[in-house]
Every structure is written in C-alpha cells, then in structure tokens.
C-alpha cells in the first residue's frame, strides 16, 4: 500500500514536471502591423474618410478574442478625437497564434463639434477575455499611432462635404436615386409646360369665336 501511495504521487510530480514549462510558456499577445498612421491632408467637417487598414496580430501561442479600441496620451498637446467619430471592421473578432486580422477604419467628421487643430489617438487593440458579465480586456495591448488635421470650417461647408461624402459613400445607389428624381422633375415641369400651353390655346380659341 504504502509502495502504490509513493508510485502515485511520484507519477504525479513526474507529470507536473513535464507539462510545468509547457504550462508557464503559454501566452496571450497582441502586436499591430504598422506603428502610425498619419493623415498628411487637412480633413474636413462633415466629410466620412476611409482611413489605411489596422492590422493586428495574435504574438502569443494562445487563441483568443481580440477587441479595437481608441486611446489617448494622458498629457498629449494635440486634441482628442471623439471615440464616436470611428467605426471599426470588425471592432471584435477571434484570432489563433500568429494570425492577423485587417481592420478597416472610417472616420466621421461631425458637421458641428469638430475643432480645427491637429489630433492624435492610438488604434488600440487589446486581446478580451469571457467574464459573467461580457467581454473585458486583458491588460496588454498594442497600438497604432494617428496623426490627423482638421481644417476651419462653418456648419454651412460642414453640410455641404457631409452630403458630398455620404453621395460618393453610397454610389452608384445615390447617383440612380438622383436620376430617379431629377427625371421625376422633369417630368412634371413638362406636364405643367404642355397643360399651361394647351391653356392658353383654348383661351385664344375662345377669344376667336366670340
């Protein structure tokens, strides 16, 4: 009895010798494709701009869920874009050891509310863990640079490219919606010329024949 209780734990120990390094070599990491993204042009209220591609990358020999994120310096100079002027695609997917996602970035400018000035964020992406209550992040994270100018600008102009840029978003639907109308239009300055016109010559008729 006593030889099967130093057999078992001895088996034990032996196993827990073997699997321990692969154990403590397990990782979750995270790393980005490209270290910053600088916008050269001045961006413009009320435009929709379609930003370079984010790529993030499982670094560790874990899978996991990956989420995107904006971030800010803690005492940077530069303004701070609102988190609600991006959209991220996908903002959360699941990636295995040393697979990448490209995440496509497009950013709002706000017809109001945009300050002219440079601004900076980081394009964060952190790995997320299942929790009762949802999805949270873990505490490592990687992150892309942005550097972008916003030009002065009034709520006029802002309207003006906001319109402009949603026509040019959602082409060619906006360009056969804007036939669809203006044929529309067309149409009915033509009936009122013709009726208009068939008017005026029953009145001359009548004038005639009195």
Do not use: C
Not at 1 to 13: E, N, Q, R, V
Not at 76 to 105: C, G, M, T
Request: glycine share 8%; proline share 6%.
């Amino acid at each position: 009895m006593k030889k099967a209780i130093i057999l078992f734990w001895g088996s034990l120990l032996f196993a827990i010798f073997l699997t321990g390094p692969f154990l403590a070599l397990a990782k979750i990491g995270v790393g980005v494709g490209i270290g910053k993204i600088q916008v050269d042009q001045p961006l413009k209220s009320g435009l929709i701009y379609t930003l370079p591609n984010f790529v993030l990358v499982n670094t560790g020999n874990e899978p996991s869920e990956y989420g995107i994120q904006i971030a800010y310096h803690q005492d940077q100079p530069e303004l701070r874009p609102a988190k609600e002027w991006f959209k991220f695609e996908p903002s959360q997917f699941y990636l295995e050891p040393d697979q990448s996602q490209l995440v496509q970035i497009k950013l709002t400018l706000p017809i109001r509310g945009a300050k002219p000035g440079d601004y900076f964020a980081f394009l964060q992406g952190r790995p997320l863990q299942k929790t009762e209550n949802g999805m949270t992040s873990v505490g490592i994270a990687a992150a892309t640079k942005l550097y972008f100018t916003v030009a002065p600008a009034n709520i006029f102009v802002g309207i003006y490219y906001r319109l402009g840029s949603l026509y040019k978003l959602y082409s060619p639907w906006s360009y056969v919606i804007s036939a669809i109308i203006i044929t529309a239009l067309l149409v009915v300055i033509l009936r009122r010329f013709f009726s208009f016109s068939i008017g005026i010559g029953l009145r001359k008729k009548e004038n005639k024949n009195e």
